[in-house]
Each structure stands twice: as structure tokens, then as C-alpha cells.
């Protein structure tokens, strides 16, 4: 609990240096058009594939917010791996594919298998959509990663039946260590709704709102937080509200930064189940 009560006494919730980046995010509906999701970021019609086929589907997918963004993907038959490339500044990112299985024939355990790659390093390997997550079921698989070359590449590799992708997500973000805040419900479906959060001290405070993203919310680290103004006793507040308005979650907390270590701070995870009404 006090490394915990360190780390969040100097976060910076992602909304905020974001609009300090050049490079803006890139999103990418595989296999489908333009469409704009709940929280009216758009995502552009498919682009930056090597190969591969677009398909579509009427299936209703649940543990998403955006369901629509399951209704097409891209998969490869070919022998020639499936790889998406995308230029973007050098610097650091956090990458996002959004997967669901919704072929009727593929919705078994072994069906299909792949591997995929993130700038030529294995970061999903044997990947099961349908053991991870069931049918018509939405899963997120998230990664930090360092782009040098002002190339990202995301490669899908074939191990059993067709590897598929459904939509693709790049955020920028500063160099800071990142903490991804993950909300489900005890059935395993996403929380859809905004993460509040208020960071006070006696001269300043920092707040404002950020919209969940399959269930989750990214903060930056930061490991000197009179940078920010917070010096001496803070107040944290965090507080998270869901599609309909209701506060399902909420943590508060007071000390002083300067009694905490957050030098060695690295990127973290944190999950929180809720009981779903």
C-alpha cells in the first residue's frame, strides 16, 4: 500500500501532457471505415497494411463501449506475415489492438493462434483470442514501446488458421513510466465510464477527467512532483463514475511527496474488480 500511495502521489493522468506531444495518436479501424466511438475520437477507415483481407461482421460484442469497432477486422491467409507500418516521431508510445472473436467457426479453444510482434520484438505469443476472452467478447492487449527509426511496426504471424487484427491504437506519450489503471467487473467485461481524479495542495490543484478506453486509463509517473507545483502535504482524489453518472469507485489519500522515494518508480499495472449492479 505505500508504494502504491508513492506512485499515485505523483501522477499526471494522460490527458494532460498529451497535448504537449507533436505526434498525435493514431487510431485504425482494420477492415472497416471511418467511425467515431463513444468518447468522439475517430477512428480512420483501414490503412498502413502490407497485405491481408477485410472482413466484416454482424455480431454484438460485449466488454467494449464500442462494439461497432468489432464488426470488421483484418486477417491473412497469406504466406507474407500480416504487418501494419505507420510513420511517427521517435519517442515513446503505448500501443493498443483491440481483438474479438467473431467467427462462429474459429470459436474454439486452438482454433486460431498467432504470435505478434511490436517493432520486431515478441510481445503476444501462442495469442488465443477466444481462450483469452470467449466469443464475441472484446479484449484489449496493450504495450509500451520505443520507436528510433520514425517507423512503428506491427506484425502478425500465422501459427494455427488465419491471425486477425480488429482495430489499432498509438498514443504518444512523455518519457515518464506509465501506470495503466484497468476497471472490470467481476463477470470480466470492461467498465465503461470516466476516471475523475483532483490533486490539491495548500496553492494548487490539478484535476480534470479522463474517459475509460476499453476499461482502462493511463497516467504518467512523475518522479519530481514540485515540477508540477505539488509541494508539501497533497491531497489525492480519484473517483470513477460509469456510463450512467453513478460514482462505482473511489480512493482518497493525504502525504507529503517529499517523504517518498519515487525515483525507482517503473511501469505498473494496476486492476481493480468491481461488483457489477
Not at 185 to 210: E, K, M, R, W
Request: charged share 10%.
Amino acid at each position: 500500500m505505500n508504494k502504491f500511495l508513492a506512485v499515485m502521489a505523483g501522477l499526471l493522468l494522460a490527458g494532460l501532457p498529451a497535448a504537449a506531444q507533436t505526434q498525435q495518436p493514431i487510431r485504425v479501424n482494420c477492415g472497416g471505415a471511418n467511425r467515431t466511438d463513444s468518447n468522439g475520437q475517430v477512428w480512420q477507415a483501414d490503412t498502413g497494411f502490407n497485405t491481408g483481407t477485410a472482413s466484416a461482421n454482424g455480431a454484438v460484442t460485449t466488454g467494449t463501449s464500442d462494439p461497432a469497432l468489432y464488426q470488421s477486422n483484418r486477417y491473412n491467409q497469406n504466406a507474407t506475415p500480416l504487418t501494419y507500418s505507420f510513420a511517427v516521431a521517435n519517442g515513446n508510445y503505448r500501443v493498443n489492438l483491440l481483438f474479438a472473436e467473431n467467427s462462429s467457426s474459429q470459436q474454439a479453444v486452438g482454433a486460431r493462434v498467432f504470435n505478434v510482434k511490436l517493432n520486431s520484438n515478441l510481445v503476444l505469443q501462442n495469442f488465443d483470442i477466444f481462450a483469452a476472452v470467449g466469443a464475441n467478447a472484446a479484449v484489449v492487449e496493450g504495450f509500451n514501446t520505443t520507436v528510433s527509426n520514425g517507423i512503428m511496426t506491427i506484425e502478425f504471424d500465422k501459427l494455427v488458421q488465419n491471425p486477425k487484427i480488429n482495430a489499432i491504437e498509438i498514443l504518444p506519450v512523455a518519457g515518464a513510466p506509465l501506470l495503466t489503471m484497468k476497471f472490470t467487473y467481476s463477470d470480466g467485461t470492461a467498465v465503461a465510464g470516466s476516471l475523475h481524479y483532483a490533486i490539491s495542495t495548500s496553492l494548487l490543484t490539478l484535476a480534470g477527467n479522463v474517459p475509460l478506453v476499453n476499461g482502462q486509463a493511463t497516467c504518467l509517473l512523475v518522479s519530481s512532483p514540485n515540477v508540477l507545483g505539488l509541494i508539501g502535504q497533497t491531497q489525492v482524489f480519484l473517483n470513477l463514475t460509469d456510463g450512467t453518472g453513478t460514482m462505482v469507485w473511489q480512493v482518497s489519500m493525504g502525504l507529503n511527496p517529499a517523504n517518498a522515494d519515487l525515483s525507482s518508480v517503473q511501469n505498473s499495472v494496476l486492476s481493480v474488480v468491481l461488483t457489477k449492479p
